[in-house]
């Protein structure tokens, strides 16, 4: 599962953090109207109670019904008052009004006072307990006002809906505003990624545009900075691996031009020699002899050669399907039939079955024969040769093994190396064609000296066709 990243936890911050302080905010902010305009609906109708009970005095006082009725139908045109009773102070109900309003429904009392003094009491005729300290004996009745609250409550919700909305909206444009800024600060950072990841793919000249945001542009520009400094050492590698490469080959030219230099000295030293003993007795009978060294030299001479452009420049791999158990048995057994091997026994132990693999029979049995050849002269014209075949269900194994000299250790890391050879007369190609052939069947070979005495090469490629053509391959390269 893939991670968010920062432009998404950015904003999912922003969210929960404006969502949370919006939320609080707007339920603060309702609340406080809520009991705000509550408070004032309460204290208008409390106020039109006490105005009531003020005029309500004389009425009661002279027990006057019709002008209490008028007061509390004159009361009912306020709006929200559905309903207004006036009572004595015993409960009698002097006079109400009514009117039907939606529910629900509150209501506020106020008691009727004694307002007059007591000269116009005994003027008039009352007779009324004194009030002591402003205690209940001055009160001479009630009135109570019953009002619906439908329609403050319709208008609060109405102005929390609008409120909520305009909450919301708020958040929302906070929300925008902080995606513009936000990505305005990933955008660089996404940019920087995805040229990076560009150069790796190989687009060595690209570059980041800078930005306008000072922090996010000083990145862009030391991240410029950085490639280029890259790219500098890149050339300068290369130029140094180039410069190697040229040492190198020069040092390989140079061992070459010696080694063709050592290698055919002596042949044509002895075609030489031959020669000058013919001119001066043509008819001698020996000069079939010197006929012979002449023949056996050019033939030396020639193999040589064949070694070096094999190896400097070897055919290109036509792989096909070969039954790889039977070419192995016609190499040693060709190989069993030469001079050079006729004191030497082969044991050899390769299945009967086919194993058919994907190969080039004409390079494989030349790498083969190198190897054999090898044994030859380690067991120096006597001694045995060990081979054995495994064929797997996906490589085929074979092992070359002898009972000669072996191979010495600070030669065994080298020994696939062109010109590493052991032997006198020999050009150090053999083994490095070898591993050449191998590499290109993408097999491996490997060496090692035996417990007893003597070495053993095992040799393992895939039968199935995954090889690479390192042949095409160092053609190109040269």
Not at 186 to 207: D, F, I, M, N, S
Not at 208 to 231: H, I, K, Q, Y
Not at 278 to 287: C, E, G, R, T, V
């Amino acid at each position: 599962m893939k991670r968010p990243g920062i432009h998404a936890r950015l904003l999912v911050t922003a969210f929960l953090v404006i969502s949370l302080t919006a939320f609080a905010l707007g339920t603060l902010g309702v609340k406080m109207f809520h009991d705000f305009a509550q408070d004032r609906f309460v204290d208008r109708f409390e106020f039109l109670a006490r105005y009531l009970a003020l005029n309500s005095e004389l009425g009661i006082l002279i027990d006057q019904r019709t002008m209490l009725v008028q007061l509390a139908e004159n009361l009912l045109a306020e709006a929200d008052v559905a309903r207004v009773e006036i009572q004595n102070n015993a409960g009698d109900m002097l006079a109400q009004a009514a009117r039907d309003l939606p529910r629900p429904h509150g209501s506020v009392t106020a008691a009727v006072r004694l307002k007059a003094t007591s000269e116009e009491g005994q003027a008039f005729g009352w007779s009324f307990p004194s009030a002591v300290n402003g205690g209940a004996s001055d009160v001479i009745g009630n009135v109570r006002i019953v009002y619906s609250t439908y329609q403050i409550n319709r208008l609060l919700k109405a102005l929390t809906v609008r409120y909520l909305w305009l909450t919301a909206g708020l958040a929302g444009l906070c929300l925008v505003i902080f995606y513009v800024i936000s990505r305005s600060l990933v955008a660089p950072l996404t940019r920087l990624a995805q040229t990076a990841r560009k150069v790796g793919e190989g687009e060595l000249q690209r570059r980041m545009m800078p930005g306008n945001v000072p922090e996010t542009r000083e990145v862009s520009l030391a991240f410029n900075a950085m490639l280029d400094s890259l790219e500098r050492g890149r050339r300068a590698v290369e130029e140094a691996q180039q410069e190697m490469a040229r040492q190198n080959l020069l040092a390989e030219m140079g061992k070459f031009s010696m080694m063709i230099a050592h290698e055919l000295k002596n042949p044509l030293g002895i075609i030489k020699s031959s020669f000058d003993l013919l001119k001066k007795d043509p008819a001698d009978p020996a000069n079939a002899i010197l006929v012979a060294y002449i023949d056996e030299e050019i033939l030396r001479i020639n193999g040589l050669i064949e070694d070096f452009l094999s190896f400097a420049k070897p055919s290109k791999p036509s792989f096909r399907v070969v039954d790889a158990n039977s070419m192995l048995r016609d190499c040693v057994e060709r190989f069993g039939r030469m001079d050079t091997a006729r004191e030497i026994m082969f044991k050899e132990n390769v299945p009967d079955v086919s194993c058919l693999s994907y190969l080039d029979p004409d390079l494989f049995r030349r790498a083969i024969d190198n190897i054999l050849k090898n044994a030859v002269e380690a067991c120096e014209e006597r001694g045995t040769i060990f081979v054995d075949a495994v064929c797997g269900e996906e490589s085929w194994r074979v092992e070359i093994s002898d009972d000669g000299c072996g191979i010495p250790e600070e030669v065994m890391e080298k020994i696939f190396n062109p010109f590493v050879t052991t032997r006198t007369k020999g050009t150090g190609l053999g083994l490095a064609y070898t591993a050449q052939v191998i590499q290109a069947h993408n097999g491996t070979i490997q060496v090692r000296n035996r417990k007893a005495k003597g070495a053993c090469f095992t040799v393992e490629i895939p039968r199935e066709p995954k090889m690479i053509d390192l042949f095409e391959q160092d053609d190109v390269r040269r």
